[in-house]
């Protein structure tokens, strides 16, 4: 009895392993790019089972034929055959072409960078389509997306609508983390002061789970939103809905929204500040800090660019032999004789 009851039990777990992989989402996905990225990894697999099966079925056929108690046929001197030369290396080599082929043409049809040219596998994208843009940024530990196109803000809720491209221009406030959607497409990693870009389209409407893919700390595992595909008319009634919520995202908002917090509920917001996302991607949204594209013009210029240093600190001086004008930082910077930064007059030296 006891025996039966340990195999039933095992018969249960089975049984249950196999219909929990009834719809695993990666393979059974809602949205063309993700489709398309299953497919490569259903094809990469068989194809490499082509070797592993043979290998697994001949290794038990040897290890039965030529085991002790055998009267296998013992052949010292054998030492090479043409044949076996090349079927062992052959099928290898072809195998690995083949996935070289595959991986190298579906790296480029499926790089997250490159617009969309179909809306699935039986329709072609229209040359006039013009894709709904959402900015997303991974904040500790929740998800910001924002919709410039219609000027308003989320916090771990996106939504698109059915069979329109979207990108997505992702990018992060304090370490690097992941986006991952996976009925939409694959994961693409958030990383701040850099913007990484994801084009995708979802095919089916429907409640689809996104999550944080990378470790990104304590509140990491709670790090999820939903994703909402919606027909165009709920979709833009949803957009009402965001419109009507009454909460303005102003800078002095996201530097609250950006301090770490976990569990954080959907939030929804109705205008968002000029320009915000820009500050995000360029670390200076708080009041009077440089940006990045600021101080990478700075250092395209002669350089001399300090971080936290405040854009009135700039003079533009103009070289009379050439007439052209000439960024320069003239006060407001850190030297061996003034290491506070304490403001003082402009110069222009050596000019």
Known sequence: MPAQKTLRTLALIFVAALMAGCDLVVLNPSGDVAAQQGRLVVISTLLMLLIIVPVIILTLVFAWRYRESAKAEYRPDWDHSTQLELLIWAAPLLII???????????????????????????????????????????????????????????????????????????????????????????????????????????????????????????????????????????????KTNQGAGQTLSREAYLQLERPSEREPVRRYATVADGLYDAILNRCVEAGKMCMHQMMAIDANGGMGRVGLSPDALTSVQRGDRGVWIPTLANGMCTPDNPTGERRSATTNNL
């Open 97 to 239: 072409i083949a996935l070289g082929a595959l991986t190298w043409i579906s790296t480029h049809v499926l790089d997250p960078y490159r617009p969309l040219s179909r809306i699935d596998e039986q329709r072609a994208l229209a040359a006039d389509t013009k894709p709904l843009v959402i900015e997303v940024v991974a904040l500790d530990w929740k998800w910001l997306f924002l919709y410039p196109e219609q000027g308003i803000a989320t916090v771990n809720e996106v939504a698109a609508p059915v069979d329109r491209p979207v990108q997505f221009r992702i990018t992060a406030t304090s370490v690097m983390n992941a986006f991952y959607v996976p009925a939409l497409a694959g994961m693409i990693y958030a990383m701040p002061g850099m913007e990484t870009k994801l084009h995708a389209v979802i095919n089916k409407p429907g409640i689809y789970d996104g999550f944080s893919a990378n470790y990104s700390g304590a509140g990491f595992s709670h790090m999820r939103f939903k994703f909402h595909g919606l027909n165009d008319a709920d979709f833009a009634q949803w957009v």
